[in-house]
């Protein structure tokens, strides 16, 4: 039986919420999706970017937090290393001081010493997923790419980060006349 596997349980939970018994999957999906930039969900204790080291040998496991703030969320990396070692990851997050509310800066995260620096989109902007685009040899050599979501004026843009300097003004901003509903990661099977 094909299926979806979602990671989200806020969208999970405001769907079992809002499905009137008639109306279509898809339909419901698009509707929680256009308004998801409003939840009031908690961002204490939702996500930390956490490095596991697992040593294949023996089986013993290392876990380290490795950023500050809270509500980490799509870590990223260049995807030349997967399956090697890395330095610096991308993520949306917040702010220590954010209690409440979706991600609003994107974040490049080194592994290696914990620094998190930070592109902030607040007060009335959420950000995606961002993906690391490699432009040069260099690990951090590329733009970080996302859509983020204008409240004020129910519009998306995409939005590129040069990864070197993530706090720099953007690279480029494409405006859309449109939204487009906040994504999910997951991964779909036909078993």
């Not at 961002?43 to 023996?58: N, S, W």
């Not at 330095?87 to 998190?116: F, M």
């Not at 129910?154 to 070197?164: N, T």
Request: net charge positive; aromatic share 8%.
């Amino acid at each position: 039986m094909p299926c979806a596997v979602l990671n989200d349980s806020e969208v999970t939970k405001r769907l079992r919420s809002w499905a009137p018994a008639p109306s279509p999957p898809a339909l419901t999906i698009g509707r929680v999706l256009r308004d998801y930039w409003r939840s009031d969900w908690p961002a204490e204790g939702m996500a930390t970017l956490t490095r596991l080291r697992i040593e294949t040998g023996t089986g013993r496991v290392e876990s380290r937090a490795v950023a500050s703030g809270i509500s980490h969320e799509f870590p990223k990396f260049d995807p030349r290393r997967v399956g090697k070692p890395y330095r610096y990851a991308y993520i949306a997050c917040n702010p220590a001081h954010a209690t409440r509310g979706l991600q609003q800066q994107v974040g490049k995260v080194d592994v290696e010493s914990g620094a998190l620096t930070t592109h902030d989109f607040a007060p009335d902007r959420y950000v995606g997923e961002p993906y690391f685009i490699p432009t040069g040899a260099g690990e951090d050599e590329g733009v970080v790419v996302t859509i983020v979501f204008d409240a004020a004026s129910q519009l998306s843009a995409i939005v590129g980060l040069d990864a070197r300097d993530i706090a720099a003004k953007p690279l480029f901003t494409a405006r859309l006349k449109h939204h487009v509903p906040y994504g999910l990661h997951g991964c779909f099977s036909r078993d």
